[in-house]
Protein backbone atom coordinates (compact mmCIF):
# COMPACT_ATOMS: atom_id res chain seq x y z
CA UNK A 1 0.00 0.00 0.00
CA UNK A 2 1.60 3.33 -1.08
CA UNK A 3 2.20 6.16 2.01
CA UNK A 4 2.64 9.56 -0.11
CA UNK A 5 3.83 11.87 2.72
CA UNK A 6 3.47 12.28 6.74
CA UNK A 7 1.87 15.20 8.11
CA UNK A 8 3.49 15.92 11.56
CA UNK A 9 3.01 12.21 13.09
CA UNK A 10 0.23 11.27 10.70
CA UNK A 11 0.65 9.10 8.07
CA UNK A 12 -1.34 9.38 4.30
CA UNK A 13 -1.92 6.07 2.39
CA UNK A 14 -4.23 4.23 0.42
CA UNK A 15 -5.10 0.50 0.41
CA UNK A 16 -3.97 -1.44 -3.06
CA UNK A 17 -7.07 -3.02 -2.85
CA UNK A 18 -9.95 0.13 -3.30
CA UNK A 19 -9.41 1.06 -6.67
CA UNK A 20 -12.96 0.31 -7.40
CA UNK A 21 -13.75 3.31 -5.14
CA UNK A 22 -13.69 7.33 -5.62
CA UNK A 23 -9.85 8.41 -5.15
CA UNK A 24 -9.32 8.52 -1.76
CA UNK A 25 -7.04 8.27 0.93
CA UNK A 26 -6.64 7.03 4.86
CA UNK A 27 -4.65 8.81 7.61
CA UNK A 28 -3.56 7.81 10.52
CA UNK A 29 -0.79 7.22 13.17
CA UNK A 30 1.73 4.82 13.49
CA UNK A 31 0.89 1.46 10.87
CA UNK A 32 -1.70 1.65 8.17
CA UNK A 33 -5.08 0.35 9.53
CA UNK A 34 -8.12 0.03 7.23
CA UNK A 35 -10.00 1.54 9.77
CA UNK A 36 -8.15 4.80 9.95
CA UNK A 37 -9.73 8.14 9.08
CA UNK A 38 -10.84 8.37 5.33
CA UNK A 39 -10.49 11.33 2.61
CA UNK A 40 -11.98 11.59 -0.86
CA UNK A 41 -10.76 13.99 -3.36
CA UNK A 42 -13.47 15.36 -5.50
CA UNK A 43 -13.36 16.70 -9.34
CA UNK A 44 -13.07 20.19 -8.44
CA UNK A 45 -10.00 19.79 -6.61
CA UNK A 46 -10.51 20.01 -2.68
CA UNK A 47 -10.96 16.54 -0.47
CA UNK A 48 -14.45 15.86 1.62
CA UNK A 49 -13.96 13.98 5.33
CA UNK A 50 -16.12 10.61 4.84
CA UNK A 51 -14.87 9.21 8.35
CA UNK A 52 -12.84 10.45 11.42
CA UNK A 53 -12.08 6.88 12.65
CA UNK A 54 -8.92 7.90 13.75
CA UNK A 55 -10.19 10.48 16.06
CA UNK A 56 -8.05 13.67 14.69
CA UNK A 57 -8.33 16.00 16.89
CA UNK A 58 -10.33 19.00 14.59
CA UNK A 59 -7.72 21.53 14.83
CA UNK A 60 -4.71 18.79 13.16
CA UNK A 61 -7.78 17.33 11.19
CA UNK A 62 -8.55 20.90 9.38
CA UNK A 63 -4.43 21.43 8.90
CA UNK A 64 -4.32 17.68 7.06
CA UNK A 65 -6.94 18.53 5.00
CA UNK A 66 -5.83 21.29 3.88
CA UNK A 67 -2.42 19.54 3.01
CA UNK A 68 -4.37 16.43 1.23
CA UNK A 69 -6.36 19.35 -1.07
CA UNK A 70 -3.03 20.80 -1.84
CA UNK A 71 -1.47 17.61 -3.03
CA UNK A 72 -4.25 16.73 -4.88
CA UNK A 73 -2.35 16.54 -8.26
CA UNK A 74 0.19 14.38 -6.22
CA UNK A 75 -2.41 11.73 -5.32
CA UNK A 76 -3.94 11.45 -8.54
CA UNK A 77 -1.03 10.98 -10.17
CA UNK A 78 -0.09 7.95 -7.60
CA UNK A 79 -3.48 6.44 -7.88
CA UNK A 80 -3.50 6.12 -11.49
CA UNK A 81 -0.05 4.65 -11.37
CA UNK A 82 -0.32 2.35 -8.40
CA UNK A 83 -3.63 1.33 -10.21
CA UNK A 84 -2.69 1.64 -14.20
CA UNK A 85 -5.60 3.34 -14.91
CA UNK A 86 -5.52 6.12 -17.49
CA UNK A 87 -9.01 7.75 -15.76
CA UNK A 88 -9.90 7.43 -11.97
CA UNK A 89 -13.22 8.33 -10.49
CA UNK A 90 -14.17 11.59 -7.97
CA UNK A 91 -16.75 11.23 -5.16
CA UNK A 92 -18.76 14.63 -7.04
Known sequence: MPSFFRIGGYLVYFWSNENFEP???HVNKGKPSPNATKVWLTAS????LVN??????TKELNSILE???AQYFLICREWKEHFKVDDIKFYC
Open 23 to 25: VHV
Open 45 to 48: GGCI
Open 52 to 57: NSSKIP
Open 67 to 69: VIA
